[in-house]
């Protein structure tokens, strides 16, 4: 599951990478959402074309087999992690996604504010076993891992970089990478 996926600046990578069985994509930015399916078309790896908010009605193209299939949805990151929440605590086995209630792992790009405390509960209380995070927010990261690695989180810092992007500012990339515990 990737959410704040933007244009797809993650997702094209990691699709052409075949690591992973398929990407579930959501953006809240219509133009974002349109540009990471332009993105995941050309690219050969967009699964279905969905246009409802909720991402439940869609159809299903042919991609190649040498990429992992992608599908984008539209919807915010809080709304997203607080139905899939309220799935959760129902048990039940239809999710928001039709069909995908399990994910092994959570890819986050969120703005400078960081996750929503929803989305947090969601990477803790998911199946999610890796957490990657990349944030360009330092005391929101510094927040959000508090909660994700806290003595009440469910995960350890496995791995992290920092990456000086833009010289002569103070704004850094940081990319960590969380294991459940």
Not at 61 to 74: C, G, I, L, M, Y
Not at 82 to 89: D, E, N, W
Not at 161 to 169: E, K, Q, S
């Amino acid at each position: 599951l990737e959410m704040y996926c933007g244009c797809g600046a993650h997702t094209i990578p990691l699709a052409k990478s075949t690591l992973l069985s398929e990407i579930v994509a959501v953006e809240l930015d219509d133009r974002l959402v349109n540009a990471c399916r332009n993105n995941c078309r050309l690219n050969d790896c967009l699964k279905g074309h969905n246009d409802d908010e909720h991402g439940i009605s869609g159809h299903c193209s042919n991609f190649a087999n040498d990429r992992t299939s992608v599908q984008v949805f539209k919807g915010d990151a809080a709304e997203w992690a607080a139905k899939t929440l309220k799935q959760q605590s129902s048990s039940s086995s239809k999710s928001i996604v039709g069909g995908y209630n399990n994910f092994d792992i959570l890819l986050v790009d969120p703005p400078r504010d960081g996750l929503s405390s929803t989305v947090c509960q969601m990477a803790l209380q998911g199946t999610f076993t890796h957490v990657i995070y990349v944030s360009c927010g330092r005391r929101a990261l510094l927040r959000d891992l508090t909660i994700l690695c806290g003595d009440v989180g469910g995960f350890d810092l496995a791995d992290l970089a920092v990456i000086d992007l833009f010289p002569g500012t103070d704004a850094v990339e940081s990319l960590v990478h969380l294991k459940r515990r």
